[in-house]
Protein backbone atom coordinates (compact mmCIF):
# COMPACT_ATOMS: atom_id res chain seq x y z
CA UNK A 1 0.00 0.00 0.00
CA UNK A 2 2.80 2.08 0.82
CA UNK A 3 3.79 2.73 -2.94
CA UNK A 4 0.27 3.60 -3.62
CA UNK A 5 0.34 6.38 -1.03
CA UNK A 6 3.40 7.47 -2.58
CA UNK A 7 2.45 7.67 -6.06
CA UNK A 8 -0.80 9.39 -4.84
CA UNK A 9 1.13 12.60 -3.40
CA UNK A 10 3.05 12.62 -6.58
CA UNK A 11 0.30 12.94 -8.82
CA UNK A 12 -1.47 15.93 -5.62
CA UNK A 13 1.47 17.39 -5.89
CA UNK A 14 1.85 17.51 -9.81
CA UNK A 15 -2.02 18.58 -10.25
CA UNK A 16 -1.53 21.55 -7.67
CA UNK A 17 1.66 22.73 -9.84
CA UNK A 18 -0.39 22.39 -12.59
CA UNK A 19 -3.17 24.31 -11.52
CA UNK A 20 -0.93 26.93 -10.14
CA UNK A 21 0.51 27.00 -14.04
CA UNK A 22 -2.47 27.17 -16.03
CA UNK A 23 -3.63 29.98 -13.58
CA UNK A 24 -0.73 31.61 -14.22
CA UNK A 25 -1.10 31.09 -18.10
CA UNK A 26 -4.97 32.00 -18.03
CA UNK A 27 -3.50 35.69 -17.17
CA UNK A 28 -3.38 36.34 -20.50
CA UNK A 29 -6.26 34.50 -22.14
CA UNK A 30 -9.13 36.84 -23.97
CA UNK A 31 -12.66 37.05 -23.29
CA UNK A 32 -14.01 38.21 -26.36
CA UNK A 33 -17.26 39.71 -26.12
CA UNK A 34 -19.38 40.52 -29.15
CA UNK A 35 -19.85 44.04 -29.96
CA UNK A 36 -23.06 44.70 -31.92
CA UNK A 37 -23.92 47.28 -34.08
CA UNK A 38 -26.59 48.54 -31.28
CA UNK A 39 -23.40 48.58 -29.40
CA UNK A 40 -21.62 50.53 -31.43
CA UNK A 41 -19.36 53.03 -30.80
CA UNK A 42 -16.98 51.38 -28.91
CA UNK A 43 -13.49 52.33 -27.63
CA UNK A 44 -10.74 49.63 -27.04
CA UNK A 45 -8.59 50.90 -24.59
CA UNK A 46 -5.45 49.57 -22.30
CA UNK A 47 -5.50 50.41 -18.33
CA UNK A 48 -3.24 49.78 -15.30
CA UNK A 49 0.54 49.71 -14.31
CA UNK A 50 3.32 49.03 -16.55
CA UNK A 51 3.54 45.16 -15.24
CA UNK A 52 -0.01 43.90 -14.97
CA UNK A 53 -2.02 45.90 -18.19
CA UNK A 54 -5.38 45.34 -19.01
CA UNK A 55 -7.43 45.34 -22.06
CA UNK A 56 -11.02 46.58 -21.89
CA UNK A 57 -13.39 47.44 -23.93
CA UNK A 58 -16.18 50.48 -23.74
CA UNK A 59 -19.72 50.65 -24.46
CA UNK A 60 -21.57 54.08 -24.00
CA UNK A 61 -25.02 54.40 -22.96
CA UNK A 62 -26.32 58.37 -22.37
CA UNK A 63 -23.54 60.05 -20.49
CA UNK A 64 -22.44 56.55 -18.67
CA UNK A 65 -19.23 54.00 -20.06
CA UNK A 66 -19.87 50.36 -19.96
CA UNK A 67 -16.39 48.79 -19.41
CA UNK A 68 -15.57 45.35 -20.18
CA UNK A 69 -12.41 43.28 -19.56
CA UNK A 70 -10.70 41.50 -22.34
CA UNK A 71 -7.31 40.41 -21.33
CA UNK A 72 -4.42 41.26 -18.49
CA UNK A 73 -1.08 40.47 -19.27
CA UNK A 74 1.87 42.08 -18.21
CA UNK A 75 3.09 43.41 -21.30
CA UNK A 76 -0.13 44.33 -24.33
CA UNK A 77 0.54 45.36 -27.61
CA UNK A 78 -2.65 45.98 -30.22
CA UNK A 79 -3.02 46.63 -33.80
CA UNK A 80 -6.76 47.42 -35.28
CA UNK A 81 -6.96 45.18 -38.85
CA UNK A 82 -10.15 45.77 -39.42
CA UNK A 83 -13.27 47.95 -37.80
CA UNK A 84 -13.94 45.19 -35.05
CA UNK A 85 -10.65 42.86 -35.46
CA UNK A 86 -7.57 43.31 -33.89
CA UNK A 87 -3.91 41.38 -33.26
CA UNK A 88 -3.17 41.21 -29.38
CA UNK A 89 -0.25 39.93 -28.41
CA UNK A 90 0.03 39.35 -24.55
CA UNK A 91 3.37 39.02 -23.19
CA UNK A 92 3.89 37.22 -19.42
CA UNK A 93 7.54 37.96 -20.09
CA UNK A 94 9.74 39.99 -22.77
CA UNK A 95 10.81 36.51 -24.12
CA UNK A 96 6.98 34.76 -23.58
CA UNK A 97 3.80 35.23 -24.37
CA UNK A 98 0.91 34.42 -26.80
CA UNK A 99 -0.49 36.01 -30.19
CA UNK A 100 -4.38 36.33 -30.63
CA UNK A 101 -6.66 37.29 -33.62
CA UNK A 102 -9.91 38.79 -31.83
CA UNK A 103 -12.68 40.10 -33.96
CA UNK A 104 -15.39 41.49 -31.90
CA UNK A 105 -17.61 41.80 -34.36
CA UNK A 106 -18.50 37.94 -34.10
CA UNK A 107 -17.27 37.49 -30.44
CA UNK A 108 -14.34 35.03 -31.53
CA UNK A 109 -11.10 34.93 -30.02
CA UNK A 110 -8.31 32.67 -31.56
CA UNK A 111 -5.09 31.60 -30.43
CA UNK A 112 -2.44 32.27 -33.31
CA UNK A 113 0.85 31.41 -31.92
CA UNK A 114 3.07 31.30 -28.36
CA UNK A 115 5.13 34.16 -29.10
CA UNK A 116 6.76 37.62 -29.29
CA UNK A 117 8.06 38.09 -32.36
CA UNK A 118 4.71 38.35 -34.55
CA UNK A 119 3.40 41.76 -35.22
CA UNK A 120 1.28 42.54 -38.13
CA UNK A 121 2.71 43.87 -41.70
CA UNK A 122 0.12 44.87 -43.54
CA UNK A 123 -3.60 44.35 -43.28
CA UNK A 124 -6.33 45.13 -46.19
CA UNK A 125 -9.76 45.01 -44.38
CA UNK A 126 -11.28 45.18 -48.13
CA UNK A 127 -8.91 41.66 -49.23
CA UNK A 128 -10.36 40.11 -45.89
CA UNK A 129 -6.81 39.15 -45.55
CA UNK A 130 -3.44 40.53 -43.65
CA UNK A 131 0.16 39.73 -43.31
CA UNK A 132 1.79 38.57 -39.96
CA UNK A 133 5.64 38.25 -39.92
CA UNK A 134 7.86 36.87 -37.95
CA UNK A 135 11.32 38.19 -37.19
CA UNK A 136 13.96 35.98 -35.98
CA UNK A 137 16.86 38.22 -36.75
CA UNK A 138 19.51 35.55 -34.01
CA UNK A 139 19.04 32.72 -37.13
CA UNK A 140 18.66 35.09 -40.10
CA UNK A 141 15.10 34.21 -40.91
CA UNK A 142 11.62 36.30 -41.80
CA UNK A 143 8.81 34.36 -41.72
CA UNK A 144 5.65 36.09 -43.72
CA UNK A 145 2.40 34.54 -42.17
CA UNK A 146 -1.66 35.04 -43.88
CA UNK A 147 -4.06 35.42 -41.93
CA UNK A 148 -7.33 35.13 -43.31
CA UNK A 149 -9.61 38.19 -41.68
CA UNK A 150 -12.87 35.92 -42.24
CA UNK A 151 -11.99 33.36 -40.44
CA UNK A 152 -8.96 33.41 -38.70
CA UNK A 153 -6.68 31.04 -40.34
CA UNK A 154 -3.36 31.48 -40.83
CA UNK A 155 -0.88 30.47 -43.77
CA UNK A 156 2.87 30.41 -44.20
CA UNK A 157 3.07 32.38 -47.31
CA UNK A 158 6.92 33.18 -47.39
CA UNK A 159 10.19 32.66 -46.02
CA UNK A 160 12.87 34.88 -46.35
CA UNK A 161 16.28 33.78 -45.40
CA UNK A 162 20.25 35.85 -45.20
CA UNK A 163 21.69 32.38 -46.38
CA UNK A 164 19.09 32.64 -49.63
CA UNK A 165 19.31 36.56 -50.14
CA UNK A 166 22.95 36.96 -48.98
CA UNK A 167 24.18 40.72 -48.54
CA UNK A 168 20.72 41.86 -49.42
CA UNK A 169 19.42 40.78 -46.47
CA UNK A 170 20.37 43.47 -44.78
CA UNK A 171 16.94 45.77 -43.97
CA UNK A 172 14.99 42.76 -44.44
CA UNK A 173 12.95 42.98 -40.80
CA UNK A 174 9.77 44.91 -39.00
CA UNK A 175 10.77 48.06 -40.86
CA UNK A 176 10.03 46.22 -44.55
CA UNK A 177 6.63 47.10 -45.98
CA UNK A 178 4.31 44.67 -47.85
CA UNK A 179 2.25 46.37 -51.30
CA UNK A 180 -1.26 46.39 -51.20
CA UNK A 181 -1.42 43.64 -53.72
CA UNK A 182 1.04 41.58 -51.21
CA UNK A 183 3.67 40.93 -54.08
CA UNK A 184 6.25 43.04 -52.89
CA UNK A 185 8.02 44.47 -50.17
CA UNK A 186 10.36 47.54 -49.81
CA UNK A 187 12.48 47.70 -47.61
CA UNK A 188 15.84 49.87 -46.81
CA UNK A 189 19.48 48.48 -46.53
CA UNK A 190 21.67 50.32 -43.90
CA UNK A 191 25.34 51.40 -45.70
CA UNK A 192 27.72 51.67 -42.77
CA UNK A 193 28.64 49.65 -39.87
CA UNK A 194 29.70 52.39 -37.85
CA UNK A 195 27.50 53.00 -34.44
CA UNK A 196 26.54 55.44 -33.39
CA UNK A 197 26.15 56.96 -36.51
CA UNK A 198 23.99 60.70 -36.26
CA UNK A 199 23.44 60.79 -39.89
CA UNK A 200 23.19 57.74 -41.86
CA UNK A 201 23.11 56.30 -45.67
CA UNK A 202 20.44 53.72 -47.11
CA UNK A 203 19.35 52.46 -50.23
CA UNK A 204 15.70 51.53 -51.06
CA UNK A 205 15.60 48.35 -52.07
CA UNK A 206 12.27 46.06 -53.65
CA UNK A 207 11.87 42.44 -53.40
CA UNK A 208 9.86 40.27 -55.95
CA UNK A 209 8.05 37.65 -53.47
CA UNK A 210 7.05 35.67 -56.62
CA UNK A 211 10.88 35.35 -58.20
CA UNK A 212 12.71 36.38 -54.80
CA UNK A 213 14.71 38.94 -57.68
CA UNK A 214 15.83 42.46 -55.64
CA UNK A 215 16.31 45.59 -57.71
CA UNK A 216 17.47 49.20 -56.21
CA UNK A 217 15.41 52.18 -56.43
CA UNK A 218 17.34 54.69 -54.46
CA UNK A 219 21.07 54.24 -53.87
CA UNK A 220 20.93 57.14 -51.59
CA UNK A 221 18.58 58.01 -49.10
CA UNK A 222 19.51 60.27 -45.93
CA UNK A 223 18.31 60.56 -42.56
CA UNK A 224 19.37 62.35 -39.29
CA UNK A 225 18.45 61.64 -35.93
CA UNK A 226 17.80 64.02 -32.89
CA UNK A 227 21.59 64.71 -30.28
CA UNK A 228 18.97 64.07 -27.65
CA UNK A 229 18.80 60.17 -29.40
CA UNK A 230 19.59 57.13 -27.35
CA UNK A 231 19.64 54.84 -30.53
CA UNK A 232 22.52 54.37 -32.65
CA UNK A 233 21.09 55.24 -35.78
CA UNK A 234 17.80 55.98 -37.43
CA UNK A 235 15.84 54.96 -40.15
CA UNK A 236 13.80 56.18 -43.40
CA UNK A 237 10.05 56.35 -43.05
CA UNK A 238 8.60 54.91 -46.38
CA UNK A 239 5.40 53.31 -47.49
CA UNK A 240 3.16 51.72 -50.35
CA UNK A 241 1.21 54.72 -52.47
CA UNK A 242 -0.02 51.63 -54.50
CA UNK A 243 0.66 48.40 -55.82
CA UNK A 244 3.45 50.12 -57.67
CA UNK A 245 5.08 53.25 -55.89
CA UNK A 246 6.86 53.97 -52.78
CA UNK A 247 6.30 57.16 -51.12
CA UNK A 248 9.97 57.78 -48.56
CA UNK A 249 11.73 60.56 -47.03
CA UNK A 250 15.05 61.86 -47.59
CA UNK A 251 16.81 64.32 -46.06
CA UNK A 252 19.46 66.97 -46.61
CA UNK A 253 22.89 66.47 -44.40
CA UNK A 254 22.67 68.95 -41.69
CA UNK A 255 25.81 68.93 -39.40
CA UNK A 256 26.79 71.97 -37.06
CA UNK A 257 28.16 71.50 -34.22
CA UNK A 258 27.00 69.49 -31.74
CA UNK A 259 28.30 70.84 -28.43
CA UNK A 260 27.74 74.30 -29.62
CA UNK A 261 24.99 74.48 -31.80
CA UNK A 262 23.25 71.38 -32.00
CA UNK A 263 20.95 70.30 -34.93
CA UNK A 264 17.31 70.47 -33.89
CA UNK A 265 16.13 70.45 -37.39
CA UNK A 266 16.43 69.75 -40.88
CA UNK A 267 14.79 69.77 -44.81
CA UNK A 268 13.36 66.61 -45.24
CA UNK A 269 12.03 65.87 -49.27
CA UNK A 270 9.37 63.97 -49.87
CA UNK A 271 9.41 61.32 -52.67
CA UNK A 272 8.15 58.80 -54.61
CA UNK A 273 9.15 55.42 -56.83
CA UNK A 274 7.82 53.66 -59.42
CA UNK A 275 9.12 49.66 -58.88
CA UNK A 276 8.34 49.22 -62.78
CA UNK A 277 10.17 52.24 -64.35
CA UNK A 278 12.61 52.98 -61.23
CA UNK A 279 11.57 56.63 -62.01
CA UNK A 280 11.95 59.07 -58.77
CA UNK A 281 9.83 62.05 -58.19
CA UNK A 282 9.84 64.97 -55.88
CA UNK A 283 7.17 65.82 -54.31
CA UNK A 284 7.35 68.48 -51.95
CA UNK A 285 9.96 69.50 -49.37
CA UNK A 286 9.06 70.69 -45.63
CA UNK A 287 11.83 72.18 -42.63
CA UNK A 288 11.20 69.58 -39.84
CA UNK A 289 12.41 68.89 -36.10
CA UNK A 290 14.48 66.12 -35.84
CA UNK A 291 13.10 62.50 -34.36
CA UNK A 292 15.01 60.48 -32.60
CA UNK A 293 14.50 57.07 -34.99
CA UNK A 294 14.65 58.95 -38.32
CA UNK A 295 10.52 59.05 -38.18
CA UNK A 296 7.92 56.35 -39.45
CA UNK A 297 5.00 56.51 -42.32
CA UNK A 298 2.20 54.13 -41.95
CA UNK A 299 -1.06 53.33 -43.85
CA UNK A 300 -4.06 53.16 -41.89
CA UNK A 301 -5.72 50.12 -42.89
CA UNK A 302 -9.07 51.43 -41.86
CA UNK A 303 -9.16 54.56 -44.24
CA UNK A 304 -5.88 54.29 -46.42
CA UNK A 305 -4.32 57.86 -44.35
CA UNK A 306 -0.47 58.29 -44.20
CA UNK A 307 0.14 59.12 -40.89
CA UNK A 308 3.52 60.80 -40.09
CA UNK A 309 5.70 59.93 -37.11
CA UNK A 310 1.96 59.26 -35.31
CA UNK A 311 0.99 62.96 -35.40
CA UNK A 312 0.22 63.90 -38.58
CA UNK A 313 -1.76 62.97 -42.07
CA UNK A 314 0.61 63.08 -45.22
CA UNK A 315 -1.71 64.98 -47.64
CA UNK A 316 -0.24 63.93 -50.83
CA UNK A 317 -2.50 65.69 -53.41
CA UNK A 318 -2.34 68.89 -51.26
CA UNK A 319 1.29 68.49 -50.39
CA UNK A 320 1.45 69.26 -46.83
CA UNK A 321 1.34 67.48 -43.32
CA UNK A 322 -2.21 67.88 -41.33
CA UNK A 323 -2.95 67.06 -37.78
CA UNK A 324 -4.19 63.18 -38.02
CA UNK A 325 -7.02 64.20 -35.05
CA UNK A 326 -8.56 66.62 -36.99
CA UNK A 327 -11.59 67.56 -36.99
CA UNK A 328 -10.43 67.43 -33.32
CA UNK A 329 -7.71 69.34 -31.83
CA UNK A 330 -5.07 69.18 -28.78
CA UNK A 331 -3.78 72.52 -27.55
CA UNK A 332 -0.90 71.91 -25.37
CA UNK A 333 -0.84 74.23 -22.48
CA UNK A 334 2.12 76.85 -21.68
CA UNK A 335 2.82 77.85 -18.33
CA UNK A 336 -0.41 79.87 -17.05
CA UNK A 337 -1.93 79.04 -20.41
CA UNK A 338 -4.23 75.96 -20.02
CA UNK A 339 -4.54 72.57 -22.48
CA UNK A 340 -7.09 72.74 -24.67
CA UNK A 341 -9.40 69.72 -26.58
CA UNK A 342 -10.89 71.23 -29.04
CA UNK A 343 -14.23 70.04 -31.41
CA UNK A 344 -14.16 72.62 -34.12
CA UNK A 345 -14.53 75.68 -32.05
CA UNK A 346 -16.16 73.63 -29.23
CA UNK A 347 -14.16 73.63 -26.33
CA UNK A 348 -14.13 70.04 -24.57
CA UNK A 349 -12.00 70.77 -21.99
CA UNK A 350 -9.46 73.71 -21.27
CA UNK A 351 -7.40 72.89 -17.45
CA UNK A 352 -4.42 72.49 -16.50
CA UNK A 353 -3.84 68.93 -17.05
CA UNK A 354 -1.55 67.71 -19.92
CA UNK A 355 -2.89 65.93 -22.92
CA UNK A 356 -0.82 62.61 -22.73
CA UNK A 357 -2.42 60.72 -25.56
CA UNK A 358 -5.57 60.61 -27.91
CA UNK A 359 -7.91 58.52 -30.68
CA UNK A 360 -9.70 59.69 -33.51
CA UNK A 361 -12.32 57.18 -35.02
CA UNK A 362 -11.81 56.68 -39.05
CA UNK A 363 -15.04 57.90 -39.47
CA UNK A 364 -13.64 61.13 -37.66
CA UNK A 365 -16.87 61.62 -35.49
CA UNK A 366 -15.71 60.25 -32.54
CA UNK A 367 -12.65 61.07 -30.65
CA UNK A 368 -10.90 59.63 -26.89
CA UNK A 369 -7.75 61.88 -25.23
CA UNK A 370 -5.33 60.97 -22.19
CA UNK A 371 -5.30 63.83 -19.61
CA UNK A 372 -2.56 63.82 -16.77
CA UNK A 373 -3.59 66.09 -13.82
CA UNK A 374 -0.14 66.02 -12.10
CA UNK A 375 2.61 66.88 -13.38
CA UNK A 376 4.97 64.73 -11.24
CA UNK A 377 2.18 61.67 -11.58
CA UNK A 378 1.82 59.07 -13.97
CA UNK A 379 -2.03 58.74 -13.09
CA UNK A 380 -4.20 59.25 -15.99
CA UNK A 381 -7.73 59.92 -17.43
CA UNK A 382 -9.13 58.45 -20.36
CA UNK A 383 -12.36 60.46 -22.41
CA UNK A 384 -14.36 60.02 -25.37
CA UNK A 385 -16.17 62.12 -27.29
CA UNK A 386 -18.69 60.08 -28.57
CA UNK A 387 -21.16 61.64 -31.99
CA UNK A 388 -24.88 62.31 -30.87
CA UNK A 389 -23.31 63.18 -27.31
CA UNK A 390 -22.48 66.70 -26.53
CA UNK A 391 -19.83 66.54 -23.08
CA UNK A 392 -17.32 64.00 -23.14
CA UNK A 393 -17.86 60.71 -20.91
CA UNK A 394 -15.01 59.74 -18.79
CA UNK A 395 -14.09 56.11 -19.43
CA UNK A 396 -11.11 55.24 -17.08
CA UNK A 397 -9.04 56.38 -14.25
CA UNK A 398 -5.88 54.92 -13.18
CA UNK A 399 -2.65 54.88 -11.30
CA UNK A 400 -0.91 54.76 -14.60
CA UNK A 401 -1.22 54.64 -18.31
CA UNK A 402 -4.49 54.85 -19.63
CA UNK A 403 -4.55 54.98 -22.95
CA UNK A 404 -7.06 54.68 -26.32
CA UNK A 405 -6.42 52.08 -28.81
CA UNK A 406 -8.77 52.04 -31.55
CA UNK A 407 -12.72 52.64 -32.40
CA UNK A 408 -15.43 49.86 -33.55
CA UNK A 409 -18.02 51.70 -35.27
Same mark, same amino acid.
Not at 57 to 78: H, M, P, W
Not at 117 to 127: Q, S, T
Given at each position: ??????????????????????????????????????????????????????????????????????????????????????????????????????????????????????????????? $? =??? *?? @???? +? /? #????????????????????? $? =??? *?? @???? +? /? #????????????????????? $????????????????????????????????????????????????????????????????????????????????????????????????????????????????????????????????????????????????????????????????????????????????????????????????????????????????????????
Amino acid at each position: MRPIIKDLKQIAVFLIVAIIASSVFAKDRLHCPRIRNDRRPALLFIQGPQDERELCVACFDGKTAYNEKIASARYLQVNQLDNAIFLVTAQRSPTKGSVYAMDLGRGIAKLLVESTRIHCLRAEPGM $K =KAM *LV @DTNM +G /I #GEVRLIGLNLANLETTLRHTL $K =KEL *LG @DRFN +G /I #GPRMKLSPDFKHIVYASRKSD $KVPERWSEYILRVLDLSTMKIEDLDNNVGVQISVLSSRGWGSPPFEWINNNEVIYQDMVPNKPNEILEPALQALNIFKSVNIKTKKVMELFCKELRLTLDGGSLQANPLNGKLIYNREYILDLEKKRLIPKTMPFAVVPGYRSKPTKILHGEVVLFSGGSRCVGSCVSPSKKNFAYSLRPKTRSLAEELYAKVQGLQEPIKVAEGPSWTTAIGWIE
